[in-house]
């Protein structure tokens, strides 16, 4: 297993108002012989934190995304999809990546926006129980809490560690809260900037944004794997078929045993990520 290592730069965002900020992300040795970098693009309310296990598995690189993390997170941030797409394609520009194997949980759907505006550059996808970039979707009970004006702020500002512990109940099938490392490592990072980002995201990414976002899906010939732990309370399993049936080349794995952040249920789902990236 490689070692995962911690870095820090500063990348300036072509749609923000402000000059560059600081980005925090995390690599590992990719292994020889490996067709293309791993970026490993993570969700809400998390950061690269999650994909530790999978770096020290397949190597790779994750930043934490704007507004996520250890990165900057200035207000005047948009923090849309659009922007996280141009934000990505600067990070692989700033760290020289031509062409990366993507691999996207929860909110890194937005890196299916530069896979699809830049096809060029990705060699393989994997996505694991991502935001739906598809028709039907409708968010889910915390989502419509976010969106709604006030409200939403309201919740946020009641977001302690003992709702964290008690909101992700449900999120897994294995028994109780997910795990206190997660609970750490989400907590340590969910300030004010980390919040406005969240509500700026989720607001401004009404369904039928989400699903015209993905109109492009069908032209990614590329192979792809979409893995899916069909107890998500957040994202329903047939939003995992029908991204599989979206990507020209894709399999599908699905998980009955696993929620929303399927490896804490199934840790062989790492293996089974790792042993895709290494295949061709």
Do not use: C
């Amino acid at each position: 297993m490689g070692e995962v290592s911690d870095h820090q730069g500063e990348i300036a965002i072509p749609s923000a108002l402000g000059g560059p900020i600081p980005v925090f992300w995390r690599t590992a040795p990719v292994p020889a012989g490996a067709a293309a970098t791993p970026l490993y693009v993570h969700g809400v309310p998390t950061s690269s934190d999650e994909w530790i296990p999978f770096l020290a598995r397949t190597g790779g690189i994750a930043p934490d995304l704007p507004g996520f993390g250890r990165s900057g997170k200035p207000g005047y941030l948009s923090s849309t999809m659009e922007e996280y797409d141009r934000f990505l394609e600067r990070f692989l520009d700033d760290r020289g990546l031509e062409r990366v194997s993507l691999v996207v949980h929860d909110w890194g759907a937005v890196g299916l926006l530069t896979a699809q505006r830049l096809p060029e550059r990705i060699e393989r996808i994997v996505i694991i129980n991502a935001v739906p970039l598809l028709p039907g979707y409708r968010w889910h009970r915390t989502a419509r809490i976010w969106r709604t004006p006030l409200l939403g702020e309201f919740s946020m500002g009641m977001t302690f560690r003992f709702t964290i512990r008690a909101l992700t109940r449900e999120s897994n099938v294995t028994p109780g809260p997910l795990p206190e490392e997660w609970i750490d490592s989400t907590m340590a990072h969910f300030d004010q900037g980390t919040q406005r980002a969240i509500l700026r995201l989720y607001r401004s990414s009404p369904p039928a944004k989400l699903a015209a976002a993905g109109e492009h899906l069908g032209e990614l010939r590329v192979p792809a794997l979409v893995l899916w732990g069909t107890q998500d309370p957040y994202i329903p399993e047939r939003f995992g078929r029908d991204y599989a049936a979206a990507l020209p080349q894709a399999e599908l794995a699905e998980y009955p045993d696993a929620g929303h952040w399927g490896w804490l249920d199934r840790p062989d789902m790492i293996d089974r990520v790792a042993a895709f990236l290494s295949e061709g």
